[in-house]
């Protein structure tokens, strides 16, 4: 078994660079440098702190 299937490590997420098309934090306003998917126009785009403050939290066991 490898690490994923013993629930070891993960591995590190992809990220983008979308410093060069100018984005916006749909809540906050301020520029988004790097995001863990390629944006598209059909949907707002949100920093890391208000997307965590946007996400239900999640219970604690």
């Known amino acids: 078994m490898d690490d994923f299937q013993m629930g070891g490590a993960r591995a590190p997420r992809q990220m983008f660079d979308v410093s060069s098309l100018g984005l916006k934090c749909a809540e906050c ?5 790097e995001l863990p998917f390629e944006p598209n126009q059909d949907r707002p785009v949100y920093c890391r702190d208000c997307n965590r403050n946007r996400r239900p939290a999640r219970p604690r066991f």
């Open 29 to 33: 306003g301020n520029d988004i440098k």
